[in-house]
């Protein structure tokens, strides 16, 4: 088949390009040119790429139009983030591709109000990012339940694996904070260190749109999260990391108004562990593993631990 993937060259691209290539489909990636592919494979030799600036292309209304001009059998959108850059898109090959599928975000769920959630759990996002999402998906599914649009939503968890900073023990970004537990040095985390993080292998969520896209039946119309077997604490990944470098961790704990003058973090920081543990996601994987077959190959530990040796291998953390 002929698959497009637009913005094929992120961290999920990276993994499912060459996944698609060698399942013997001719791929076409669709990216910006800023960035280079996270990982080599002699895929990025073969499969055709056309660059292109998604938002200004759209802005002038020919991106849709490119993308139903290559005539795909699959297109896989990674990149859209808002109704408006999806709705032109679904418009210009409906009734012209076999399959669509939407990369979408757990944070469509909001606030963790069971665990695990699943994809049938009550949707109720709690920031612009969620909102839009959950509007995409609610207008796919729409079209493809009633025979209109043959779409399929994947929802990842915290994205990771060797490319990147991840999110981290303090529920930022701050490569700092892996520093500091390799040295044995003290970590304060917010509350009780009780609030959850879900990671995913980025392979592993290109594993589950391979999944989709060979189960057409099973997952048009259709949602999936695609996370690890099982979700982490901060007060738990902090530990295992810390045993990573052999070492004893020395965590304390504040109240959140307290942990954010005492933590040591920036404001751009503050608002990203604000983000994740607000949202404190956990989320079942038995959707995908019973309908798709999905098994993922990487724990939540051993995703963050091969992301947290790529980026001392890149000195981005400094022991």
């Known amino acids: 088949m002929k698959i497009v993937v637009i913005g094929g060259t992120g961290h999920i691209g990276t993994c499912l390009v060459p996944r698609l290539f060698e399942a013997g489909h001719e791929v076409v990636v669709i990216h910006r040119g800023r960035t280079k592919p996270y990982q080599k494979h002699a895929a990025w030799q073969v499969v055709r790429q056309i660059e292109v600036d998604r938002s200004h292309a759209e802005k002038e209304g020919r991106f849709a139009p490119m993308v139903a001009d290559l005539k795909p059998d699959v297109a896989v959108d990674l990149i859209s983030f808002h109704p408006d850059t999806t709705l032109p898109l679904v418009e210009a090959l409906q009734g012209n591709v076999q399959?669509?599928?939407?990369?979408?975000?757990?944070?469509?769920?909001?606030?963790?109000?069971?665990?695990?959630?699943?994809?049938?759990?009550?949707?109720?996002?709690?920031?612009?990012?969620?909102?839009?999402?959950?509007?995409?998906?609610?207008?796919?599914?729409?079209?493809?339940?009633?025979?209109?649009?043959?779409?399929?939503?994947?929802?990842?968890?915290?994205?990771?694996?060797?490319?990147?900073?991840?999110?981290?023990p303090a529920g930022n970004h701050n490569p700092a904070v892996f520093a500091r537990l390799a040295r044995g040095e003290t970590l304060y985390l917010p509350n009780f260190g009780m609030e959850t993080l879900h990671h995913v292998h980025a392979d592993d969520v290109a594993q589950v749109f391979v999944r989709a896209i060979q189960n057409w039946s099973a997952s048009v119309g259709e949602a999936f999260f695609a996370v690890s077997p099982a979700a982490v604490t901060l007060r738990g990944y902090a530990a295992e990391v810390s045993r990573w470098f052999n070492q004893t961790p020395d965590l304390r704990f504040a109240p959140?108004?307290?942990?954010?003058?005492?933590?040591?973090?920036?404001?751009?920081d503050i608002e990203g562990t604000y983000g994740h543990i607000i949202h404190s996601q956990c989320c079942s994987i038995e959707k995908a593993r019973l309908r798709l077959g999905y098994q993922p190959r990487y724990t939540s530990y051993e995703a963050a631990h091969e992301a947290v040796n790529w980026m001392i291998e890149h000195q981005i953390i400094e022991i």
């Open 99 to 168: 399959h669509f599928l939407h990369c979408g975000t757990i944070w469509i769920k909001g606030h963790l109000t069971e665990a695990p959630m699943t994809e049938e759990s009550i949707s109720e996002p709690i920031d612009d990012y969620g909102r839009n999402k959950l509007a995409i998906q609610n207008h796919l599914l729409g079209l493809a339940r009633k025979g209109l649009f043959p779409a399929t939503v994947v929802h990842p968890g915290h994205v990771t694996g060797p490319g990147y900073p991840i999110a981290n």
């Open 256 to 268: 959140w108004e307290e942990w954010k003058k005492v933590g040591g973090f920036s404001e751009s």
